[in-house]
């Protein structure tokens, strides 16, 4: 009994110990990978919401210097929806420098961004110290990350009886089937596996017959089809009449979706399925919507869903094509199809024409209502499996039994069903098929983050290139500045420039009095736009992506001239002659 | 001790001579409330940036959710003190007059939802103001409420200012030049004059007045067809607090069949007009089919007993709350002024004008209406220095708002409208319920689950709506019988005003079933039937 004790004992002091002395001499480093980090996380499973809290909190703690950590709202049900800001913080003001917002798990099933979310907050802080490139991008970027904005149905999908596809709502519950009652007929797990698949029953006159070569798959019957096989018939999915109005899993979850909710061309349930009481009415999409409109420093946006290996840009409604004009378009098609080389198996696409035409769509409001260049992808295809496309429903079979190892089917087994008598339940698990398999999920984690990097880094970059001054006599000096922008994005987006959605950008000088400001048109033929009142003040309207502009101040008196370019979404930045 | 409130009440009544402010509607509303016990309660929905109460006051028989309802919703557009009025008096007058009706119809009323646009009435300095104390940026230049109004002439209101100028596009009406309209070159006419609101360009920017107090405006922040970054919209459809109580509200209650709104969209004078293309498209911005007739049968209704016309076009822009009312929540929508100048009474001589204001300044005048026209006055203007600048014009709230003492008519001709909706309500009654003994145990049961009301159960675009219940007909066995056909619970879309649905059930067994039908929006009846 004493040894037994013992033996815990070890193994409780053991493991930790193992782990920390497994530090510099026992590792080799695995190119483009933090190998010693302070936080240790795996990438090979998925975490329930207080799973994603608890790793935030451990790499905020372990770098404080790189993350601050900062609940943006609470959910339906309470939870904090925790968001990590991260930047080095010893330069510059944080929240001034041109920002990436990047969220995951809008949809309650489709998890992978969660992960993919917290390994981008990990490889930032862990990369820091080794890796020039995340220093850089540290130094002139902040990332605000959310990786979960929907953390109660997250929790849900894990814990409670659900296939791949659902919960796809969050957890305000509505009445979907107009009895007064709400959410009172969901799914029931009848075969206690955790998941919910399907029903069949033995029918003489069914369509489908067993597969003879594979038992979890049906074969369905073809009209010239002479079937000896018994019948079988599918009864949809695993669950029961739990209000007795004679219809099975009617008024499941919600239903509405939280990638409906959102305020660019906004269309109510009948017009868009899906969409709740008005837009920002579900509170996570509301606490988000709120946390960008306070920072204007984004530029950039990601979020996360799953599956279908996609790159996604708007529109997403056809009505809303003119949205999107050939200025902005350019920079998109540069971005995406970046991410389709990084990505291999995705594609980059447009949500109207490639997917469905939709209104209320995260990505549509964070551009046609914020002018934000935002993707959205679609995490996951059957590619991944076998790194090559086609092979139809075929591939998920083979490889649940032979990459899997039949770890992602529950088979058929008999069940008593209290309105269809006897019936069987079985079929794919729900963390088979949308959601990244364990072997693949790092890989998934590092492209899709990499395509990030890929976008913020061409998030509008701006620098005070050069200051020249000339005196004109009698006391008076012309000083001319050159501001740059060496990066893909402009300070606003063509979205932006239509509808004054962000401030022009100022660019000041100090240290002497300014009688006389103007934009150089054309410095050769000295075409200038002079700007009458607050001259010390320009006022320009945007500065585009790969492209300088020059300003020009006449200034009575004074020497030290400083230059100061003032943009929401390309930082503050300034510079002395 | 209550009469002696009931009597202060009256007496405050009858000594009012304007249009009260906040703080006086809010005593009447708590007056009301404690006076009608459960009949009127009253709730405080939120409070406004600028620190006012939306108030929420439901007249019931005691059980709000057991009638049918009507929102009354007042104060949408901050400049119509009138729309706030009738709110309130409507529900003093259904208390005091109508309160039978409360057995049938319960009332949600909204007497203000712009309480921080409204209060510019009550302010020195006097002008229309449309939206909250939310601090905004309207010309999105990066500053806030930079370059506001300035009263010239120290009249205490902003009206207008004309700069004689021969590169404006206005000039003076014939009929009347006090009015300023554009010069039409089309027809030979040059502009003389530059036209803009009282006061000074504060921030040199070549705009007058574009960025003051400012504000987001309740009948601008609405979903269905949202001004997207225009002054006073909000960044995003339903941003504001005012705007996401009252819909809050709203969509929890799955009693109410219609809204009434005074506001200045108007579908009462006369009705919305159909559009074939544009109620087929995807995103629906015509009124459907069917519900173009109901609204021509209550819009004759209205004219019939309100005894009004000539009123002036309905407004409704984008963003607006009436639209909404109907667009996108599906309900029974109606919308009025309430008030609108009448046409002058014309003569030989003069005939009625082209121009509204021509028009309201002939009538005003006929009534000895002294206070509606500031009369141009020169004065000296900083960013005209060599220039002749007069300041006059309209007085403001004086177009939209009747003098106080006509309030009370307008009060009595809708309150009787009122009532009449309330009689023509959607009404589900199971009626013809029926058995027949088809042998061996076995009943047949029939019943007509008519709606005996003259306003269909669903308006059209409510049929498409999920905020509007279908109605649930459920049959509830006794012990030892077996339904042989028929469904224990089944759905109707929608039965039409006077008209209804046949349903039949075989039924095994002995005693007595009961039936339900109906939805909260409708009355729900029931019947029991015992099987011989």
Redesign the interface.
């Known amino acids: 009994m004493k040894s037994y004790i013992y033996i815990i004992l070890a193994v409780l002091f053991i493991i930790p110990l193992s782990a920390v002395s497994q530090t510099s001499e026992d590792i080799f480093r695995a190119v483009g990978t933090p190998h010693n980090p302070k936080v240790q996380i795996a990438f090979n499973k998925y975490y329930t919401s207080e799973g994603l809290a608890a790793l935030g909190k451990k790499i905020a703690d372990a770098h404080p210097n790189l993350v601050k950590r900062q609940s943006i709202g609470k959910s339906t049900k309470g939870r904090d929806i925790w968001m990590l800001a991260i930047t080095d913080y010893s330069v510059g003001d944080a929240d001034r420098k041109p920002a990436f917002y990047v969220d995951g798990n809008i949809h309650s099933n489709e998890i992978q961004g969660g992960e993919i979310c917290t390994y981008t907050a990990w490889y930032l802080t862990e990369g820091y110290k080794d890796i020039d490139y995340v220093k850089n991008m540290l130094r002139d970027r902040i990332f605000y990350i959310v990786p979960t904005i929907n953390p109660d149905a997250r929790n849900d999908f894990m814990k409670e009886a659900n296939t791949a596809h659902s919960p796809r709502a969050g957890l305000i519950a509505l009445d979907d089937d107009s009895d007064g009652l709400f959410d009172e007929d969901g799914y029931d797990d009848l075969d206690g596996d955790g998941s919910i698949t399907q029903m069949r029953r033995k029918n003489d006159n069914g369509n489908f017959i067993l597969d003879p070569k594979d038992p979890r798959k049906m074969i369905q019957i073809g009209p010239d089809d002479i079937v000896t096989a018994q019948r079988y018939e599918f009864l949809g999915s695993e669950g029961i009449d739990n209000d007795g109005d004679g219809r099975i899993n009617e008024d499941t979850y919600g239903y509405y979706d939280p990638n409906r909710d959102w305020g660019w061309k906004w269309q109510p349930d009948y017009v868009q399925r899906g969409a709740y009481k008005y837009p920002f009415s579900a509170p996570e999409t509301r606490a988000v919507a709120d946390f960008v409109k306070a920072h204007p420093n984004i530029a950039g946006a990601q979020s996360f869903h799953n599956s279908g290996g996609m790159i996604l840009r708007g529109p997403g409604a056809e009505e809303d094509l003119a949205t999107y004009n050939r200025a902005d378009v350019r920079i998109y098609d540069a971005i995406g199809n970046k991410g389709a080389e990084l990505l291999p198996g995705y594609r980059y696409l447009t949500v109207y024409k490639d997917l469905y035409s939709v209104f209320g769509g995260e990505l549509d409001w964070f551009y046609g209502g914020r002018g934000i260049y935002t993707f959205t992808n679609e995490i996951f295809t059957n590619y991944a499996y076998y790194k090559k496309n086609g092979g139809g429903q075929d591939v998920r079979y083979n490889a649940e039994r032979d990459l899997l190892l039949g770890d992602g089917f529950t088979m058929w087994k008999s069940f008593n069903h209290p309105t269809y008598g006897e019936v069987e339940i079985g079929g794919f698990k729900k963390n088979f098929g949308r959601a990244t398999p364990g072997f693949l999920l790092e890989e998934e984690c590092h492209r899709n983050m990499v395509f990030t990097f890929y976008h913020a880094y061409h998030m509008p970059n701006i620098s005070v290139d050069k200051i020249t001054k000339k005196s004109l006599g009698g006391g008076l000096t012309e000083v001319t500045a050159i501001i740059k922008n060496d990066r893909l994005m402009p300070t606003h987006a063509s979205q932006d420039l239509k509808y004054k959605i962000e401030r022009p950008d100022f660019i000041s000088l100090s240290g002497g009095k300014v009688i006389a400001g103007m934009i150089v048109n054309n410095d050769d033929f000295n075409v200038t736009t002079e700007q009458k009142v607050n001259p010390e003040k320009l006022r320009i309207n945007n500065i585009s992506g790969n492209s300088t502009v020059k300003v020009r101040w006449i200034v009575k008196g004074g020497n030290n001239y400083k230059v100061t370019v003032d943009s929401a979404k390309g930082g503050l930045v300034s510079k002395s002659l | 001790m209550a009469s002696c409130f009931f009597l202060t009440n009256i007496a405050t009544l009858n000594a009012q001579q304007d249009y009260r402010n906040s703080s006086q509607i809010t005593s009447a509303l708590k007056t009301l409330a404690s006076q009608h016990g459960s009949k009127a309660t009253l709730k405080s929905l939120t409070k406004t940036e600028g620190g006012n109460d939306i108030w929420s006051l439901t007249l019931s028989n005691g059980q709000p959710d057991s009638n049918p309802a009507i929102a009354i919703v007042g104060g949408v557009d901050g400049g119509h003190l009138l729309g706030v009025e009738l709110s309130v008096q409507l529900a003093e007058n259904i208390l005091t007059n109508h309160a039978d009706i409360l057995e049938r119809t319960t009332f949600y009323i909204f007497p203000n939802m712009s309480p921080d646009a409204t209060a510019q009435y009550f302010k020195t300095l006097k002008y229309e103001r449309h939206g909250n104390a939310v601090n905004t940026?309207d010309d999105?230049?990066?500053e806030k409420g930079e370059d506001g109004y300035e009263d010239l002439n120290g009249d205490n209101l902003i009206t207008m200012i004309r700069v004689a100028d021969p590169t404006g596009d206005y000039k003076m009406l014939e009929e009347d030049n006090r009015i300023m309209v554009k010069a039409n070159t089309k027809k030979g006419e040059v502009g003389a004059y530059k036209l803009y609101t009282e006061g000074i360009d504060n921030?040199?920017?070549g705009r007058f007045n574009e960025d003051g107090e400012g504000g987001i405006a309740f009948n601008k922040n609405m979903?269905f067809n949202?001004p997207?970054?225009t002054k006073g919209s909000g960044?995003?459809?339903?941003?504001e607090k005012e705007?996401?109580a009252l819909?809050?509200f709203l969509?929890e209650r799955?009693n109410l069949y219609s809204i009434f709104t005074f506001g200045p969209a108007n579908n009462l004078s006369s009705p919305l007009k159909y559009n074939a293309q544009a109620a087929n498209k995807?995103?629906?911005t015509s009124i459907l089919k069917k519900d173009e007739m109901l609204n021509k049968f209550l819009s004759d209704r209205y004219n019939d007993i309100t005894k009004t016309k000539d009123a002036p076009g309905s407004v409704a822009k984008g963003g607006n709350f009436f639209s909404w009312s109907y667009?996108?929540?599906?309900k029974l929508a109606m919308s009025t002024p309430g008030w609108w100048a009448p046409k002058p009474e014309a003569d030989s001589l003069v005939k009625p004008s082209k121009n509204n204001k021509v028009n309201f300044l002939r009538w005003s005048e006929q009534q000895g209406m002294t206070d509606v026209f500031v009369d141009w006055k020169e004065i000296n203007h900083p960013d005209f220095p060599n220039q002749k600048v007069e300041v006059g014009g309209m007085v403001p709230f004086k177009m939209t708002n009747p003098p106080y003492n006509k309030v009370s008519a307008i009060v009595e001709s809708h309150a009787k409208f009122i009532a009449e909706i309330s009689k023509l309500q959607p009404s589900i009654k199971l009626q013809n319920l029926k058995q027949e003994a088809i042998g061996n145990g076995i009943t047949r049961i029939t019943v007509d689950v008519h709606n005996t009301g003259l306003i269909p159960t669903h308006t059209e675009?409510g049929d498409?709506?999920?905020w509007l219940?279908?109605i649930?007909v459920d049959i509830k066995l006794g012990n030892n019988q077996e339904l042989i056909s028929g469904?224990?619970?089944q759905?109707i879309n929608t039965i039409a005003e006077d008209s209804s649905v046949q349903l039949t059930w075989l039924i095994k067994g002995k005693g007595s079933l009961n039936l339900t039908a109906g939805a909260?929006h409708t009355g729900t009846d029931n019947a029991s039937i015992n099987l011989k």
């Open positions: 940026d999105r230049d990066g921030d040199k920017d979903s949202f997207y970054f960044e995003h459809p339903v941003s705007n996401r819909l809050d969509y799955w995807r995103v629906v667009f996108h929540f599906g675009m498409r709506s999920r219940r279908q649930n469904r224990k619970h759905l909260p």
